[in-house]
């Protein structure tokens, strides 16, 4: 129970969360085990035989050409992950960290690598036992893999560097001792093997699509309390209209708002109030439906990534060939977490947008700023503003990281992928867009109680009611961002999401 098996190549999206945030356990398939011994035999051999092969008998980068005797391999593997040790900033979540060990963990037992089986294990002793090493989340190219922050992840394998254990930052070897690990010495291949890939990257990049995923879910839901807040017409969520252009992610979307707006009193047909909605209304089935599109690319290259392996050189233990090529090269990502980037800021643009027709008394035909009493009260004023405020930051940072390149090891990596501060930005940007859809939903909420809340959806009043629980209709100016923090949170716990899928069925 509450395990997930290891082969190198069956690894999901939803794997990955469970050993991330769930604490699932890690466990090797026999079947990889017999992978992992030849391609270690391998090494072993090419290492006895004294051949040159980079990275087992030879330095790293520029040093490729200096050859390494068997009897200095296992400092030159110690040597390599402390001066590659260079990581600067805040330490990476837990979550990142246990979904980077064990993407590490999934491509090393591929079996092209050469590390040893006890060496793995350790590695996933770490995982099971809660060891943490803190990694900063600066300093990856994404080029020769994340090799920085990787390297920081195996001081602590190594009894060095830091680590948290049980919520308690202490040093690598106590937190080994702590949880009955013994510290590993690296051998020949390994510290290359545990360092060159693409991890870091991969997994802040495989939590953010998941989050992103039922974060566009949860926009059709603020969105569609929005369309009622506003009388919006529903007419334009016809079927047939989006089967005429065929984009899935905007079917999708047409659909899920009519689920989503089912039974409502509040919303209209064409021509009863009005002949038509903004394109913020209107048009949300194709402006949801890109963003879930763009998503769902990006998912797909994480799919294929998380099973990959990204370090160098590789081994065929069949044909008993070593090669030296570029897997770790993190350009595959780096495009797509710049595409991420940019759809998320449309989330956020977007609701922005609907969030300013909720205040704007000459959008709306409400109480300016949403408050019975402008004037002495200011009401949601300053709410647009902020998140006003966070989607002219998306867009700055939204710029893409991957057209970046910078020379590195004296211009023998002479292009690098810029795909980790990619994924970085994108997660940054995911946050700020949580934060504008919770502001619309506070909004919309407020908005539908000035309207007299004359009946809602299947699916909104279910996310109305979660809301009301803990947020109260604001009568009289507040300290918003502690509302606004309530139902971050509540966003953020999928709750409103879960609920509404159990009523309505799974929402696309």
């Given amino acids: 129970m509450n395990t997930v098996f290891i082969d190198g190549n069956s690894l999901s999206i939803k794997d990955v969360v469970n050993v991330a945030r769930n604490f699932y356990k890690v466990e090797l398939t026999e079947e990889s ?6 391609a270690r035999k391998l090494v072993d051999d090419l290492v006895d035989k004294e051949k040159i092969v980079y990275g087992i008998t030879t330095g790293f980068g520029k040093f490729s050409d200096t050859y390494i005797s068997k009897e200095e391999t296992m400092e030159l ?3 390599l992950i402390k001066s590659h040790a260079c990581g600067v900033g805040n330490p990476l ?3 990142v960290v246990r979904a980077i060990m064990l993407l590490r963990v999934n491509a090393l037992a591929k079996g092209h690598s050469g590390i040893r089986l006890s060496t793995l294990q350790s590695l996933i002793d770490m995982i099971n036992k809660d060891v943490h090493p803190i990694i900063p989340e600066k300093g990856s190219l994404g080029a020769s893999g994340d090799l920085a922050p990787l390297a920081h992840m195996v001081l602590v394998l190594l009894g060095k560097g830091e680590a948290i254990y049980k919520g308690e930052k202490v040093s690598g070897l106590k937190a080994l001792e702590m949880a009955n690990i013994e510290p590993v010495r690296l051998t020949s291949k390994e510290g290359l093997a545990l360092i060159n890939g693409t991890q870091v990257m991969t997994a802040i990049g495989t939590l953010a699509v998941y989050d992103a995923i039922n974060l566009y879910k949860t926009a059709d839901i603020v969105a569609g309390l929005t ?7 529903t007419d334009a969520f016809d079927s047939r209209v989006h089967q005429l252009r065929r984009h899935q992610g905007q079917i999708n979307t047409a659909s899920n708002m009519l689920k989503i707006l089912d039974g409502s009193n509040m919303t209209t047909r064409q021509g009863e109030i009005r002949v038509q909605d903004a394109y913020t209304l209107r048009c949300l089935p194709q402006i949801h439906g890109a963003v879930k599109d763009a998503i769902s690319f990006v998912k797909s290259k994480i799919d294929i990534e998380i ?7 590789l081994l065929f233990p069949d044909e008993g060939d070593v090669i030296s090529q570029g897997n770790f090269h993190g350009e595959p990502m780096a495009l797509p977490f710049d595409y991420l980037s940019i759809a998320l800021s449309e989330l956020a643009n977007v609701s922005e947008r609907r969030l300013e027709r909720l205040v704007n008394p000459a959008l709306s035909g409400l109480p300016a700023f949403l408050s019975k009493k402008g ?3 200011s009401g949601f004023m300053i709410v647009q503003y902020s998140a006003a405020a966070l989607v002219s930051e998306n867009k700055a940072i939204s710029h893409p990281a991957s057209v970046d390149s910078i020379p590195s090891s004296a211009n023998q990596e002479d292009h690098v992928s810029m795909g980790t501060i990619a994924i970085r930005k994108a997660a ?4 700020n867009t949580s934060a504008v859809l919770a502001m619309e939903c506070l909004a919309a909420c407020q908005a539908i109680d000035l309207q007299e809340n004359k009946g809602l959806g299947k699916a909104t009043s279910i996310a109305y009611d979660i809301i009301r629980k ?3 209709t604001i009568e009289n100016d507040v300290i918003m961002y502690k509302e606004i923090d309530k139902v971050k949170d509540i966003l953020s716990t999928n709750e409103i999401l879960e609920k509404v899928e159990e009523k309505i069925g799974e929402l696309s």
Avoid: F, H, M, W
């Avoid at 099973?307 to 050189?313: A, I, K, Q, Y």
């Fill in 33 to 38: 085990k017999i992978r992992i011994k030849r």
């Fill in 77 to 79: 593997q110690e040597n």
């Fill in 93 to 95: 979540e837990e979550d």
């Fill in 227 to 233: 369309i009622e807040a506003l009388n919006g017409i």
């Fill in 307 to 313: 099973n990959s392996v990204t370090d160098n050189p």
């Fill in 375 to 377: 004037g002495l009260n």
């Fill in 428 to 431: 940054e940007i995911l946050k």
């Fill in 470 to 472: 803990q947020v109260d």
